[in-house]
């Protein structure tokens, strides 16, 4: 089955404890992006990856670093986690960066 | 900001027509509208996509004005598992280092009643 994979769905975790959130697809998708929402504000772009080694910022990126080293990996990286961090993120990858996006079903993560 | 301004709410009856309007004054010849709803927290779902021609699938028709300077999401008999946030999204890319940069805005929360 075609999907975008995000783990884990949910984490509760404490200030300055690095982690990591997991995303993966198995439609040979270049491009990635990750996103955060909060109440009210809609979806924020963190980052994005248009190809293999190719990242770039999105609106929000701060606080936040990624990597592609492989197509079908782009992971989320929290060096140090802050409680404004608390979030709902989803990952998404398209074909290209101009088709249709696919999402996964959200990590929602909790920073105390 | 986004490039799309869509209204922040609206009440749909069950079994009709649901219009969702949406303005992007900004958009560019070659850019296609998307659509896109998100069902409580759940990942966002792909509705339909368009660039000038009108455009039907078995979700939703999407009606692009001639100026495509705003187009019309149409849910045709609205059920209660409509019930969601819409988002309409365009990419305006005068700058190719922007191409993967992708905004949400805030969309339109529907809510369909019985």
């Known amino acids: 089955e075609a999907q975008v994979t995000q783990n884990p769905r949910y984490l509760i975790t404490v200030t300055g404890k690095k982690l990591t959130v997991t995303c993966s697809q198995n439609?040979?998708?270049?491009?990635m992006s990750w996103y955060r929402q909060d109440p009210g504000l809609g979806l924020r772009q963190i980052y994005y990856s248009m190809n293999v080694e190719v990242t770039d910022k999105g609106d929000v990126p701060e606080g936040y670093k990624v990597s592609r080293k492989e197509k079908r990996n782009f992971p989320l990286i929290l060096e140090s986690p802050s409680p404004n961090q608390t979030s709902l993120y989803f990952c998404?990858?398209?074909?290209?960066?101009?088709?249709?996006?696919?999402f996964g079903s959200g990590t929602q993560l909790s920073v105390l | 900001d986004a490039k799309t301004t869509q209204p922040t709410s609206m009440d749909c009856a069950e079994g009709r027509a649901a219009n969702l309007p949406c303005n992007h004054s900004t958009i560019s010849g070659n850019e296609y509208v998307y659509w896109y709803r998100q069902i409580h927290s759940q990942g966002p779902q792909y509705i339909i996509h368009?660039?000038?021609n009108n455009e039907t699938n078995e979700m939703a028709s999407l009606i692009i004005t001639e100026d495509r300077k705003s187009s019309t999401l149409i849910l045709p008999h609205a059920t209660l598992r409509d019930t969601a946030v819409y988002y309409c999204i365009v990419r305006v890319p005068e700058d190719v280092d922007s191409w993967g940069k992708l905004q949400f805005g805030a969309g339109t929360q529907v809510v369909v009643t019985p």
């Open positions: 368009g660039l000038k």
């Open positions: 998404a990858s398209s074909p290209l960066w101009n088709e249709k996006l696919f």
């Open positions: 439609m040979n998708h270049e491009y």
